[in-house]
C-alpha cells in the first residue's frame, strides 16, 4: 500500500476535533465556574464518575456478557443497540446518583448540577477525541513529511502494513469525517449536561422519575445511534443525534420549569 497525502481539510478537521476535545470542556468548565459559582472539584467528580463508571465498572460487564455470548448479541444489530443502550444508560445514570447523593451533599444546586455534567461529558471528549485528535495530527504531520516511511522501515513487514493499514484512514477518509467527530462530541457533552441536570432533580425533590428520565433519554439515544449508523451516512445520523439531542434539552428544561412552579 502506497502511503498517501493527508488533505489540508482534512487536518483543519482534525484541528477543530481537538479544540472540541480539549478546549471546550477547560473553557465549559471555566465559564460555568465564573458565571454560576460552582465549585471547580464538582467538575473532578464528574470527570472521576465517568472514568470509574462508564470506562472501568462496564467495560468489566461488556466483557463478561459479550465473553459469554459470543457472537450473539455482537453480530445481532438490534440486540447490540439494545444491550449497549442499557448498559450505558445503567452504568452513566447510576453513576450520577451516585455521585449526587454521596459526594455532592454539600453542593446539591442546579450550578454543580452543571459542573458535574461538564466534568463527566468533558472528560469523555478529552479521552475519546481529544486524544484521538492528537495523534491523527502528529501522524498526518509525519504522512505529509515523509518521515513516516522511515518510521515503517524499522518495523517488521507484518506490523509496517498492520500500521500503514490503520494510518491510511487519515489521507482516505473525506475531511468532512473529522469535524463530525467534533461536532458528535458537542453534542454528547451538551446531553450529559442534560442527564445531570435530571439527576439532580431526582436526588433534590426525591421522585424518581427525574433518574427514570434520564435513563430512558440515554438508552434512546445510544441505542437509535448504533442502529441508524448500519444503514444511514454518517451525517445523517448526526443530524438525528442533534433532533434527539435538542428533544431532551426540551424535555428537561419543561420539566425543571413544572418542578419550580410545583414549589412556589
Not at 452513566?92 to 463527566?120: C, Q, W
Request: proline share 2%; glycine share 8%.
Amino acid at each position: 500500500m502506497e502511503i498517501g497525502t493527508v488533505s489540508t481539510a482534512s487536518m483543519v478537521g482534525m484541528g477543530f476535533a481537538l479544540v472540541v476535545g480539549i478546549i471546550l470542556p477547560i473553557v465549559l468548565l471555566i465559564v460555568v465556574w465564573k458565571k454560576t459559582g460552582a465549585r471547580v472539584s464538582t467538575f473532578f467528580i464528574g470527570c472521576a464518575i465517568f472514568i470509574v463508571f462508564a470506562l472501568v465498572l462496564e467495560s468489566f460487564m461488556h466483557a463478561a456478557v459479550l465473553g459469554l455470548t459470543g457472537t450473539v448479541i455482537k453480530d445481532n444489530i438490534w440486540l447490540y443497540a439494545l444491550y449497549g443502550g442499557l448498559a450505558a444508560a445503567l452504568f452513566e445514570e447510576v453513576g450520577r446518583l451516585v455521585a449526587m447523593k454521596f459526594f455532592m451533599k454539600d453542593r446539591l444546586d442546579m450550578p454543580n448540577a452543571l459542573m458535574y455534567g461538564v466534568g463527566h461529558g468533558g472528560i469523555e471528549a478529552i479521552l475519546i477525541l481529544g486524544v484521538t485528535s492528537i495523534s491523527n495530527l502528529m501522524a498526518s504531520v509525519m504522512i505529509n513529511s515523509g518521515t513516516l516511511a522511515s518510521a515503517l522501515e524499522v518495523l517488521d513487514e507484518a506490523t509496517a502494513s498492520a500500521s500503514l493499514e490503520q494510518l491510511s484512514v487519515l489521507w482516505n477518509s473525506p475531511s468532512y469525517m473529522f469535524y463530525l467527530g467534533g461536532v458528535e462530541r458537542i453534542l454528547a457533552i451538551i446531553l450529559q449536561i442534560v442527564l445531570s441536570v435530571m439527576v439532580f432533580q431526582a436526588v433534590k425533590t426525591g421522585k424518581k422519575f427525574f433518574w427514570f428520565v434520564a435513563f430512558v433519554m440515554h438508552f434512546v439515544v445510544d441505542a437509535v445511534t448504533v442502529v441508524t449508523a448500519e444503514f444511514l451516512p454518517i451525517a445523517a445520523v448526526e443530524v438525528l443525534v442533534a433532533v434527539m439531542t435538542a428533544a431532551a434539552v426540551w424535555i428537561a428544561v419543561r420539566l425543571t420549569q413544572k418542578e419550580t412552579a410545583s414549589q412556589i
